[in-house]
Structures are given as C-alpha cells and as structure tokens.
T-cell receptor, first 111, second 111 residues
Framework: NAGVTQTPKFRVLKTGQSMTLLCAQDMNHEYMYWYRQDPGMGLRLIHYSVGEGTTAKGEVPDGYNVSRLKKQNFLLGLESAAPSQTSVYFC??????????FGPGTRLLVL | GQNIDQPTEMTATEGAIVQINCTYQTSGFNGLFWYQQHAGEAPTFLSYNVLDGLEEKGRFSSFLSRSKGYSYLLLKELQMKDSASYLCAAPDAGNNRKLIWGLGTSLAVNP
C-alpha cells in the first residue's frame, strides 16, 4: 500500500500559468480533501469530495477547481496562478468517520 | 460558531513531560483528533478520543473532557525527535465529513 501520493512534489509557476496537482490513494477511501497550509494560518480546506463524481467547496475555494472522476484520484487545478497561491498543498483521504491520512505535500511557488 | 484553540508555542527539556492543551467550542461533538507534524512533512495521526478520559499509547496519552470542551496531549520522556507541531482537530458539527483544525502548537525540545 502506497497510501496517499501526490504529484508533483515541488513546482514553480509564473503568474497566470495553469497547473494540475494529482492526488491518488489506494485505500478505497470515499472521502478526499485538498488543503493548503501557510505559516500562521494552519490547514485550510480548499475543496473536498465525498465520493466519485462529487465535489464540494471548503473554506478557501476561490481560484481552484477540482475533479474526482475516479474514486482513487482527486485533482486540484489552478487555472491562472497568482502569487497568493504560493503554499504547501496537502491531499488527504478518509474512510467514514475515521482519521484522515495525508499525502506528502506539494510545494508550489508562484512568481 | 465552532472554534479550536491551542497554544502557539511551547518549549520543554529532553526527558521531561509536557502537556499540550486544546479547547474547542462546537454545537455538537463527534470526537477529537491529535496529529503530529514535523517541519516540512505531512501531518500524521496520533490519537482519536470520543469518550471522556485518558487514552494511553506508549509515551503519548490523550485526554478528553466533553463537558468542558477540553483535551490535552501528554508527551512523556521527551526526545529530541518530538520537536514538531501538534495539531488538534474535531469534526465539523454541521458537516462531520469535514474537520475543524486548530492552528497547531509548535513544540521545541531542548537538550
């Protein structure tokens, strides 16, 4: 079991560029989450999904889109990157009310 | 509203005991999680309390009082590797598919 994996691990973008972050889990979890973590701000939920084909907004969804076409994958897209989106992005998955398992994170720098 | 509070920073000495507190305000209660996060890494699960009382797991213990909206994480026989951020989280009472996160307590263990 690989658990939760994220691709890429690190990326540098220029303002206005687009990119997609991929999260994959092999634990057959229904729920998946995208968070961003910034110094002094803690973990903030961007979007989440409670099952294949469903997505919902978290507390900071603006500037991001997501898709969950397959149960094991949850994609986070940035259509037009902004410096304010420089952050560490964590994906997590969860089975029901049990604990969330996190991926290793993606460090994104937007210049 | 719902809120989770924990101290920002704590310092302790190798071999000592440290208690990290977490208070929460929520209209309903569905358990409380503790996670550990080393610098540059993803959060990892430590404990989950649903019932009042102390749960022990090796050097780490977690306590919950639902009536007081209070939890603490107790770390015994501190080691240098315990230097990390400790995050407290609880299911959102309005939507328990999401977690409400504290900002984390940064613990520095000194020799």
């Amino acid at each position: 079991n690989a658990g939760v994996t994220q691709t890429p691990k690190f990326r540098v973008l220029k303002t206005g560029q687009s990119m997609t972050l991929l999260c994959a889990q092999d634990m057959n979890h229904e729920y998946m989450y995208w968070y961003r973590q910034d110094p002094g701000m803690g973990l903030r939920l961007i979007h989440y999904s409670v099952g294949e084909g469903t997505t919902a907004k978290g507390e900071v969804p603006d500037g991001y889109n997501v898709s969950r076409l397959k149960k094991q994958n949850f994609l986070l897209g940035l259509e037009s990157a902004a410096p304010s989106q420089t952050s560490v992005y964590f994906c997590a998955s969860r089975l029901g009310q049990e604990t969330q398992y996190f991926g290793p994170g993606t460090r994104l720098l937007v210049l | 509203g719902q809120n989770i509070d924990q101290p920002t920073e704590m310092t302790a000495t190798e071999g000592a005991i440290v208690q990290i507190n977490c208070t929460y305000q929520t209209s309903g209660f569905n358990g409380l999680f503790w996670y550990q996060q080393h610098a540059g890494e993803a959060p990892t699960f430590l404990s989950y309390n649903v019932l009042d009382g102390l749960e022990e797991k090796g050097r780490f213990s977690s306590f919950l009082s639902r009536s007081k909206g209070y939890s603490y994480l107790l770390l015994k026989e501190l080691q240098m590797k315990d230097s990390a951020s400790y995050l407290c989280a609880a299911p959102d009472a309005g939507n328990n598919r999401k977690l409400i996160w504290g900002l984390g307590t940064s613990l520095a263990v000194n020799p």
